[in-house]
T-cell receptor, first 115, second 113 residues
Framework: GAGVSQSPSNKVTEKGKDVELRCDPI?????LYWYRQSLGQGLEFLIYFQGNSAPDKSGLPSDRFSAERTGGSVSTLTIQRTQQEDSAVYLC?????????????FGEGSWLTVV | AQSVAQPEDQVNVAEGNPLTVKCTYSVSGNPYLFWYVQYPNRGLQFLLK??????LVKGSYGFEAEFNKSQTSFHLKKPSALVSDSALYFC???????????FGTGTRLQVFP
């Protein structure tokens, strides 16, 4: 597609349920990022995928959070046993490759509300 | 560790006046610096970046930013503000030895008619 696509755009879930957020990066982009933006906060790095390399998971806040990227394209961020503090906007981004001068392009985000 | 500081939570400016949104950074080696804008209920849009070369970088919507190595700053500027520029602005940095883009906490720009 023309840009980074994320789904769902909005999700309301009950505390304790699992949720999956999907990201479809720009075609041909090998680098994929997940960030979290809580209300009134900046952007918190969660995880980074680059090609077939092992992902950088250093930003995942707890073992309830996991992500995978299948076939080097679509990525899914999974949050197990959701808590109210997980309520945030989850932003996915992609970049052509790991060249650090590349621009990172963001999707519109998935707005998660845990009630 | 790399970091970005945006010292102002909010900047208010009258339409037609010049605007500046401040950003300072800390990173090992030469920095890669970025500015993004976020409109309400939207994702982040890329404005401009500094990689190397001229210290003055021009970007989208008439914005520009000046890289100052000695002051470790990358302030965003626009000569004449528009009401439609009102949004949340994020500065970000990437060091030479990391793939992560680290963001500042954001500055809310309010342009008054």
């Amino acid at each position: 597609g023309a840009g980074v696509s994320q789904s769902p755009s909005n999700k309301v879930t009950e505390k304790g349920k699992d949720v999956e957020l999907r990201c479809d990066p720009i075609s041909g982009h090998t680098a994929l990022y997940w960030y979290r933006q809580s209300l009134g906060q900046g952007l918190e790095f969660l995880i980074y995928f680059q090609g077939n390399s092992a992902p950088d998971k250093s930003g995942l806040p707890s073992d309830r959070f996991s992500a995978e990227r299948t076939g080097g394209s679509v990525s899914t961020l999974t949050i197990q046993r959701t808590q109210q503090e997980d309520s945030a906007v989850y932003l996915c981004a992609s970049s052509p490759d790991r060249n650090r001068g590349n621009t990172i392009y963001f999707g519109e985000g998935s707005w998660l509300t845990v009630v | 560790a790399q970091s970005v500081a945006q010292p102002e939570d909010q900047v208010n400016v009258a339409e037609g006046n010049p605007l500046t949104v401040k950003c300072t950074y800390s990173v090992s080696g030469n920095p890669y610096l970025f500015w993004y804008v976020q409109y309400p209920n939207r994702g982040l849009q890329f404005l401009l970046k500094y990689i190397t070369g001229d210290n003055l970088v021009k970007g989208s919507y008439g914005f520009e930013a000046e890289f100052n190595k000695s002051q470790t700053s990358f302030h965003l500027k626009k000569p004449s503000a528009l009401v439609s520029d009102s949004a949340l602005y994020f500065c970000a940095v990437r060091g030479y030895n990391t793939d992560k883009l680290i963001f500042g906490t954001g500055t809310r720009l309010q342009v008054f008619p």
